[in-house]
């Protein structure tokens, strides 16, 4: 498959060309003078180095001969870049994910004033996550910088990064929702309604966001003439925009979201299992990771992320997903002190994951879209799934099918704690398909089990299970 990347279609001077093989951005003459640009400087081998950006280098443009109507008018140079092994969306991110995202742009943007460069976008977009590690992809992002102009990406930088960070740390609101509900973020006139006239004292929110809607306002009172006037009357010397980066890098530093405990970022220490039941499911998941050697495994409800780091002993790649902000902060927070890269925690509801986004739905793609895992982890997961979600055993089984992925499940029965839980809270035989018996068939119809194993306490089982 060799196909443009949709979501890089709105730089013209810089295009992404995915293959099977490798990762290509074809640039245009404008493109391959901003290249060089930073080629030249040392600034490029620092940061590969560091591993703050892509490893990227230039290749033959030959590689992409016959795809003209992918490219640019008039390639002249094409880079070849390293692959990211599971693509997130910051919307999938924790606080703290977003706000060392944020960080490193504006360290990226700090560093290059020196260099004589800029760059042109503010989007966590262009940040993708190696493990716990952010890395910066969009190379075509750095350009020569203009003496005069200001700094351009501002805008974005606050609708993107500062105002869902500020709502999670000053409002505890959740910032998903917002980022999945507009891929360019929240607008000034928009978050100045959030915050109230004590908040607007805070350190940062006055300036960014209530003075940011008032000129929103007068512009669009105004027209569009004004504002280009506006912008034709500010110089900007870029040692000041430096300094207006450092100064946003001090605010964003500064934010901290406390994360209540909730139900779920204490569940391992308050859950029911019995110490034999934990212990037999561990050397299950290490006894199947070590035979299988998947290079992508998924934990869903992954909790503390106990499991993932088993099967990440023998997985080339691990993405540990939990419905609960706080616990998968935690978790990343956890292996960001280790320096793990392995191990990729996200922000996911099964019950409603990632859509399609963008012009077309094609910009963002969907959970699944990004790459199916070899093994997937369905560790205390199938009864919220089927009980709370109320989505049938057989619809979830069949979305495992439809991924063609190797299957480790548990499945809790109707006589486990927790299930009793969930069921005291519903009309009597309500959920009649959460069976025993149904799952297996259910399970037996799409899959070939290989494995069943009770586990000491009799009230669940354990299925290594591949798809038909």
Known sequence: MTAAEPGSFRDRDSRVVVTDDAIYRALSP???EDWEAFSASPL?????????????????PSVLAGLSDLLPTGVEKVLEHDRVPFVSYPYEWTFSMLQDAAKLQLE???????AGLTLKDATPYNVQYIGSKPTFIDIGSFEKITDGEPWIAYRQFCMLYLYPLLFQAHKDIPFQPWMRGSIDGIQPIDAIKVFSLRDRLRRGVFLHTSLHARLDRRANKSGPGSAEANK?????KPKQIQAQLQSMHRLVSKLKWKAGETSWSGYRQSNTYSDDDDR???????????????????????????????????????VAFDFDHATVEALYRSLKQEGNTKILPLVSNLADPSPALGWRGLERKTLVGRGAPDLMLALALIHHVSI????????????????GTTLLIEFPKRTDPM???????????ANPDYEEGNFERELEKRFTVERREELPSGDRILFLARPR
């Open 44 to 60: 490029l081998g620092q940061l590969t180095g560091s591993g703050q950006i892509i490893g990227t280098r230039e290749v033959d």
């Open 419 to 429: 299930v009793r839980a969930l069921l005291a809270n519903k009309h009597e035989g």
């Open 280 to 318: 037999r499911k561990q050397s299950f998941v290490a006894e199947v990771a070590s035979a299988e050697k998947p290079a992508l495994t998924w934990d869903m409800g992954c909790n503390d992320g106990a499991y993932s780091r088993i099967a990440a002993e023998n997985s080339d790649r691990v």
């Open 30 to 32: 404008e493109g391959t």
């Open 388 to 403: 709370s979600a109320n989505i049938p055993v057989a619809d979830f089984l069949q979305w495992a099918r439809d991924m």
């Open 232 to 236: 034709q009357t500010r110089q900007v």
């Open 108 to 114: 990226l943007g700090i560093a290059a004033i020196d």
